[in-house]
């Protein structure tokens, strides 16, 4: 009798180490919700990466040299750095900041799109069609009474209207469109607000 009670504790012991075992894997190999992986990713970032981007997104012309200056380190650990936050996605791209009104592009107009229907195909040839027009800079699918949003830069009203009547004019899918025009830029910083990190 005692020899059975123990073989069924072992048992139960068995299973037990395996469903154990089974939940610890599978909990261990689940992919993380986006917002946990988010939360990992900036928190591999330490007070030096965040001091690396402010002072690359200030200046992208900067020298490693300047930049080790600027953070305290020599240059070789401030280049991994550099190396690994493009790597990592951190930084995507360098560029320099174009003048509008110096290149004849200063009429800045924010343009609210709605699509006669949304539908799949719909949207996706609206946005191929989008990509390949010049004077849109940005686009962003956007929530609430339209479809899009569109940042457009033209020289003037009268170029503005031409290029809403032929050029997003001719796109079927369009249903309406509201423009507002950019009276005096207040803020632009061009960046992101690493310090909040």
């Keep these: 009798m005692a020899d059975k009670t123990n073989k069924k504790k072992y048992e139960n012991s068995v299973k037990l180490l395996i469903i154990v075992k ?6 261990f190999n689940r992919p993380k919700p986006a917002s946990q992986k988010k939360k990992a990713m900036t928190d591999r970032l330490d ?12 200046n992208g012309r900067i020298t490693v040299k300047e930049l080790a200056l600027k953070v305290h380190l020599s240059t070789t650990p401030v280049f991994d750095r550099m190396h690994r936050l493009e790597e990592e996605g951190f930084i995507q791209r360098y560029t320099a900041v174009l003048s509008p009104s110096r290149l004849g592009r200063g009429f800045i107009v924010y343009c609210s799109v709605r699509l006669r ?4 195909d719909i949207a996706n040839d609206f946005i191929s069609r989008i ?3 010049p ?4 686009c962003y699918n956007i929530s609430g009474d339209f479809d899009f949003l569109l940042k457009i830069y033209a020289p003037d009203m009268r170029y503005y209207n031409d290029f809403l009547i032929n050029t997003l004019g001719t796109i079927e899918s369009l249903g309406s469109v509201q423009s507002s025009f950019v009276m005096n830029e207040v803020k632009n910083c061009y960046g992101l607000p690493v310090s909040l990190l």
């Design 131 to 133: 990509k390949d027009i």
């Design 117 to 120: 229907r949304m539908g799949r």
């Design 47 to 58: 007070k030096t990466d965040i001091q690396i981007l402010k002072a690359l997104q200030e």
């Design 22 to 27: 089974f939940v610890v894997e599978n909990n």
């Design 135 to 138: 004077e849109v800079a940005e």
